[in-house]
């Protein structure tokens, strides 16, 4: 799982709007993602900055809703990196 992320945050540095199509397709409102879905957007992030800024919003805003759902510590980490 760790290096399907790496895979897709390599693809995203050039190509990284096909990349986030496939990942928010795994990042639905309500459902707690997989720990690597959202290690995937934070090395995404620090991969590909200007990339990531127009997905932000919609990002953030399935995400804050969640964080009462995490309970386990490796899950609250995610969410802070």
Do not use: W
Not at 14 to 29: A, D, H, T, W, Y
Not at 44 to 71: E, R
């Amino acid at each position: 799982q760790e290096a399907a992320s790496n895979v897709l945050v390599a693809v995203g540095q050039r190509f990284i709007n096909k990349v986030m199509e496939e990942v928010l397709s795994k990042f639905q409102p309500g459902i707690l993602p997989h720990y690597f879905v959202l290690q995937t957007f934070a090395n995404l992030s620090v991969s590909n900055v200007f990339g990531m800024v127009p997905f932000l919003n919609s990002i953030l805003g399935t995400m804050l809703p969640m964080l009462g759902m995490a309970k386990q510590d490796h899950m609250k980490s995610v969410f802070c990196y």
